[in-house]
């Protein structure tokens, strides 16, 4: 019987708060995809960046009557999904206010090594 291999997966987020109904499907998604022994990544890019400040996940909705985009991040960490974001060129970033989830900030061309090196590239 052959052992099953671990897949590297790579979610690009560039929806934010002006689409919060498709603010949720990516850590949906990749707390999913991580539930079932995948490697996943989700890098936050655009307007995505905004759903690494706190105060504006712990206030974002999906849904009317829905949880907060903090706790579909909250489950996508516990499942193991790493969370980047990107460093946006001449944008200062103030680190108090960023969610604890957050794993690093990281470089456009520290995406595109991800791109060229993943197995799956999904943009949600």
Do not use: W
């Amino acid at each position: 019987m052959s052992q099953a291999v671990e897949k590297r997966v790579l979610i690009i987020v560039n929806s934010g708060p002006s689409t919060p109904a498709r603010c949720a499907a990516p850590f949906y998604t990749a707390t999913l995809l991580a539930c079932m022994d995948a490697e996943v990544t989700v890098f936050l890019s655009g307007e995505g960046m905004l759903l690494a400040q706190r105060e504006v996940v712990e206030n974002l909705y999906a849904a009317d009557g829905g949880e907060p985009i903090s706790h579909f991040i909250q489950q996508a960490k516990e499942a193991g999904v790493r969370l980047l974001m990107c460093r946006a060129p001449g944008i200062a970033i103030d680190e108090r206010t960023l969610i604890t989830e957050l794993d690093e900030i990281a470089s456009g061309g520290e995406l595109a090594r991800m791109i060229l090196e993943f197995d799956r590239v999904l943009t949600l």
